[in-house]
């Protein structure tokens, strides 16, 4: 996790949200990435959660924050498993 870094004085940056459901335990949350132009990649983000990893192209490590607790009713974590 990193910290938070102004950005003001670099307006390459294009700062956008968006909501996601998490696909394993139903928590909704609010995601928060940081493109540039020519400067993203893939950057990984996790569940508040249960830990279950999303990837989206970013500039930056995107920041999540929780909306609404998960609604699966367990208290487990999200087990990355080979199938
Ligand atoms: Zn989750």
Do not use: N, W
């Not at 909501?19 to 993203?40: H, L, T, W």
């Not at 989206?56 to 609404?68: D, G, N, R």
Request: overall charge negative; charged content about 30%.
């Amino acid at each position: 996790m990193g910290q938070v870094i102004r950005k003001d004085a670099e307006p390459e940056f294009q700062h956008s949200s968006f909501v996601q459901s998490c696909a394993y335990c139903g928590a909704r949350f609010a995601v928060f990435v940081s493109r540039e132009r020519g400067g993203d990649a893939e950057e990984g983000y996790a569940c508040p959660e249960c830990d279950k990893s999303y990837h989206t192209h970013a500039a930056l490590e995107p920041m999540v924050s929780l909306l609404a607790a998960r609604s699966d009713g367990k208290k487990d974590r999200y087990q990355e498993t080979m199938f």
